[in-house]
């Protein structure tokens, strides 16, 4: 069983940073893309960020161009994500996720080639 857990999460005001990390195990880990995704209450879940299996490409959503950066360090088996200059709608549970198939040449940018999530993080950003 692959397992995803994440960490970093917290409460910060608005124009804050906070950096997220996803810890992964099960499988080889660098053959494999990896996402972040997010909830808000009463929400569905949305695509935050994807890094292909190489680290030679990333793809984010238009909401956080320019303010989150996501990386990964296969030597150590985590994906990083970190969030600048944060906003209130960017509260929200956030979710690590790793892709199904190996050396995908585009990072998946919708949930369902994802078959492995962790249990997330809660990010809250007050105004």
């Known amino acids: 069983q692959v397992q995803l857990v994440e960490s970093g999460g917290g409460l910060v005001q608005a124009g804050g940073s906070l950096r997220l990390s996803c810890a992964a195990s099960?499988?080889?880990?660098?053959?494999?893309?990896m996402g972040w995704f997010r909830q808000a209450p009463g929400k569905e879940r949305e695509f935050v960020a994807t890094?292909?299996?190489?680290?030679?490409?990333?793809y984010y959503a238009d909401s956080v161009k320019g303010r989150f950066t996501i990386s990964r360090d296969n030597a150590k088996n985590t994906v990083d994500l970190q969030m600048n200059s944060l906003r209130p709608e960017d509260t929200a549970v956030y979710y690590c996720?790793?892709?199904?198939?190996?050396?995908?040449?585009?990072?998946?940018?919708?949930?369902?080639?994802?078959?492995?999530w962790g249990q997330g993080t809660q990010v809250t950003v007050s105004s």
């Open positions: 996720a790793a892709d199904l198939a190996p050396h995908r040449p585009i990072a998946p940018r919708s949930d369902s080639p994802y078959g492995y």
């Open positions: 099960g499988r080889t880990f660098s053959s494999y893309a």
């Open positions: 890094i292909s299996w190489s680290g030679g490409s990333t």
